[in-house]
């Protein structure tokens, strides 16, 4: 669906995680034409001198209610002034925007990798592959316990693998270190999170192939003359995409403040993004 | 084969919606029924003079807006003239002068190539378009994060990215001569020779109707010293670009000057048909965690509503000292704005990062001046012109910044 600016009625908000937030949004036109990955530009109120729109991945969207929710963490006072809006009022949002998610059709196993808000990235994705009858494992990482995005907003098709930095939950450590276990066992992986997480893993993500072997690859994927660099083609053969954040202008490619920096050159994260693969950024050299 | 399986569930760890409704602050807030862009309702230009409040977000699509005027309301609104020409000294030339349907542009950096925002804007309701900043050779910009906000406003450091001005040329010069709105290419150079080359071919390009000349750049031949700040590099730069085009001349003003008014005495003197001002003023965001500057360019240019006292200051300056029409910008959100530079002199005004918040806001402005003409039984928007400027010459204001603090 091209972008459009919609008035998006809250219908319900509620406090999920200590400081993060979900609300709900009737809005039918967002909610049949947006695909996972894609992001909405949301006017705050200005009353105290906010001049900037804020983004938000869409975090789920369902056609047949109309509804679509938004999950942010309360960061500042646009995203305060988010909390405080009451149902029944409606938000102007511009959406859907950006690039989605591209799934090849012949993967069965999909792994999600999400590190704290960054569930807000790929959570959509886990509901598309799951109407398509593909399998899905989410490996999600968070400071503690007490943030970990809770089991019962997942669909119970998901297998969902827990990391806290400090051991409260699940693995103890990084979501990162849990991605060998799973590599051989996914078709493709999709990540949304912090910066050096999504470094970590386009690193792992490049070795894959020689541990793995390039036989079954090459069966699968791969051969054939090469689709260009950013195509939806060449994102579908790509092990790793991933959903990069940026602060953001205009949110359409017109300002070019959201540019992040690839292989061959600036990127907006707001047209060429917010998904890429893992291939077309130039990761920082550090990671 | 799957390896590990470590699935873990929970006991009710969300907290719920009532509990979360106790936790907040019973807030009395008027939701104003508003604005906002989202009536999408295409009435014909200025039909509905409506309440701009400004104050929020919140949508209300069921405000009630003002009745759809009646035949002869329209034709009343019809046969207010909203047209501006920003080159008169073109006209005796066959080039002719720049004239444009209504007097409010879109801001270069802004509104990218006119594309960008697709069907979300109807594009040939604006008055013109100020491209992205374009110079003669591609440019990748500076290193992100490139914006941010800032009370009032934002930051920007962009640097300039464009794919440069041949690249301009074949992929936009296309769509844009089949618009009748007019687009203005803002140019940008580290040299003079840089902005005369650019010129020259954009020079009978169609679909290209004028040039607006970014002068806030570094001129490498002095040092790096903006062309903006430096009288001398003003005038030289304006007078070779004259000469090498026919094209509409515009010519941007710096705010980041003691003293603008030489440099725009300067400009006009040098051949430019019009002054547009300000660029954006330089400023500074520091990281979160304190240990560096946010942006990666460290300075970046800020705009917003935060700078239009500034815009206006250097726009009733500048009226005092030249004769060629002038482009008011900085900050513009509301009519009132637009009244605001109109009274202190400008003929135009352009429309910055509003337009982020506000992707409708240009179109809307028009509707209202149009509105706003009709209810004072102005038949054009002139006699808003000039209103606020000094009565005799010679005033005190007329000398330029003086304050005491
Ligand atoms: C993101 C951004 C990019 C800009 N790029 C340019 C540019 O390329 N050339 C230029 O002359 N001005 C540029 N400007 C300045 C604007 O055209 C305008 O002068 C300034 O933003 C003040 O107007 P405003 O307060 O309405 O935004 C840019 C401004 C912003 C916010
Ligand atoms: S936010 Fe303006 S180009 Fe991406």
Known sequence: MTMRLVAAELVDSRQILPGQWLQSFHAPELASGSRAGQFVHVRTGDYSGLVLRRPFSINTAD??????????????RGTEWMTRVREGERLDMLGPLGRPFEVDPRSHHLLLIAGGLGMAGVRMLADEAIRDGRGITILFGALSASHVYPSSLLPDEVEYVVATDDGSLGHHGYVTELVPDYEAWADQAFACGPQPMLARLAQLAAGRRDRLGVAKLGR??????????????????SFLQVSMEQTMGCAVGACLGCTVIGVEGPLRVCREGPVFAAEEIAWPASA | MKAKRTIITFGDMRVGKDSDRSKRTPTVRKIKSAIVAVDRTKSPAGARPRVETG?????????????????????????????????????ASEHGGLILANPILVASGTFGYGVEYGEVVDVQRLGAICCKGTTLRPRAGNAPPRVTETPGGMLNSIGLQNPGVDAVIEKYGPIWQ????????????????DYVEVARRLDGVPGVAGIELNISCPNVGKGGLQFAIDRDAARAVTAAVRRATELPLLVKLSPNVADVRPIAKAIEEAGADAITAINTLSGLAVSPDRTRAFLGNTYGGLSGPAIKPVALRIVYEVAQVVSIP????????????????????????????????????????????????????????????????????????????????
């Open chain 2, 55 to 91: 104050s929020s977000a919140v949508a209300d699509l069921g405000a009630p807006t003002a009745p759809r005027p009646t035949l002869a309301e329209q034709a009343a609104l019809d046969r207010i003239d909203l047209s501006i020409d920003l080159a008169p000294a073109r006209g």
């Open chain 1, 63 to 76: 056609p047949a209610t109309g509804i679509i929710t938004l999950h942010f963490r309360m960061v500042g």
């Open chain 2, 178 to 193: 089949t618009w009748k709105v007019p687009v203005i290419v803002n140019v940008a150079g580290e040299s003079i020779e």
């Open chain 2, 326 to 405: 002038i482009v008011a910008i900085g900050g513009v959100t509301s009519l009132d704005d637009v009244l605001d530079f109109l009274a202190c002199g400008a003929v135009a005004v352009q429309v910055g990062t509003a337009i982020f918040a506000d992707p409708e806001l240009p179109v809307r402005l028009g509707d209202q001046l149009r509105a706003e003409c009709l209810r004072r039984g102005f038949d054009s928007y002139r006699p808003f012109i000039g209103t606020a400027l000094p009565k005799r010459t010679g005033a005190s204001s007329a000398k330029g910044v003086e304050y005491r603090p």
């Open chain 1, 220 to 237: 699968k994927r791969g051969g054939g003359k090469s689709d260009p660099l950013g195509s939806a083609a060449a994102r579908r053969k």
